[in-house]
């Protein structure tokens, strides 16, 4: 199970929130069976969608980050529910590439960049809010705080890490992100890149045995913080039989009297990979349901 916390400077001028994502991002690891970098990517943007839902205020709401990049790893997507509860799926599941010149992963090389950040909220209303912006860095974090500045014109600080053991399983993963609130003075921000600079990386902190708030602290570590709500997000499929009948359905007619002609059709869920298997009677049923 995740941990997550959202803080608030008691000035009123910032909100933290931090999230520990290792359980989620391994259960991706188990279910899409990445490489190590294409785990980094996929965790990565899994652990920002988990913050980014979190503060969505409806229950039925979700998030939706989608990374359309020229890199090897194909689209990245991620999904969110307001709890934080996230789920997600890479186009290529394995990528293998060289680290990059700091001897890391390399996540902008998987991911690409050049393309687009897609952030969509379903807010319940008739058309959700679609807000995109040029992928900058391509190592993710850079990406979502350049999203807040030009979409949403928030100041954000934001840092996301996965740690991929040897292997492949996940060391820890999590992230945090700071958003300044618009009572914040020039001061603020510079207090808060005077806070940042030099603590070390999320993954560093996550390893040593820091929980959420202690991160969040750490990171702000001259601010006084009062501690707002936290969740205990996983990694949740929400698919089920009727929903992929729908899915069935709207492929349309002639789709369907072409699958009935084979022996059962099944259907794999993307982000979970749960197997959904319908026979020929069952899909010929959907076609009879589509002419009444
Ligand atoms: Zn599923």
Not at 31 to 50: K, M, N, P, W, Y
Not at 82 to 108: F, H, Q, T
Not at 237 to 242: G, I, V
């Amino acid at each position: 199970m995740g941990n997550l916390v959202r803080m608030i400077a008691n000035d009123g001028t910032l909100t933290v929130m931090a999230v520990d994502t290792t359980d989620i991002v391994s259960e991706m690891e188990k279910i899409h069976r990445t490489s190590a970098v294409t785990s980094a990517a996929l965790g990565r943007l899994l652990t920002a969608a988990s913050l980014m839902g979190a503060v969505l205020k409806g229950r039925d709401d979700s998030l939706t980050l989608r990374l359309n990049g020229d890199g090897p790893a194909g689209a990245v997507i991620a999904v969110s529910d307001s709890e934080g509860n996230v789920r997600g799926y890479v186009e290529n599941p394995i990528v293998e590439i060289p680290l990059n010149n700091k001897g890391k992963l390399d996540v902008a090389g998987a991911v690409g960049r050049n393309g687009t950040l897609t952030v969509m909220k379903d807010l319940g209303l008739k058309e959700p809010y679609i807000g995109q912006v040029p992928i900058i860095s391509g190592e993710i974090a850079e990406d979502i705080t350049s999203y807040y500045a030009t979409s949403e014109q928030t100041p954000t600080v934001c840092a996301l890490g996965v740690l991929v053991n040897p292997d492949l399983s996940i060391r820890a993963a999590g992230g945090f992100i700071i958003q300044l609130l618009p009572t914040a003075m020039d001061d603020t921000i510079d207090l808060v890149e005077e806070c940042i600079d030099g603590i070390p990386s999320v993954t560093q902190m996550l390893t040593s045995g820091m929980t959420p708030e202690e991160i969040c602290r750490r990171v702000l570590s001259k601010f006084e913080l009062e501690y707002l709500d936290g969740s205990e997000p996983q990694y949740r499929c929400n698919c089920s039989r009727q929903r992929v009948e729908k899915a069935l359905i709207s492929t349309g007619r002639k789709a369907l009297e072409e699958m009935a002609e084979d022996n059962g059709t099944e259907v794999c869920c993307h982000f979970c990979d749960k197997k959904y298997r319908f026979s020929s009677d069952e899909i010929r049923k959907l076609v009879k349901n589509l002419s009444i």
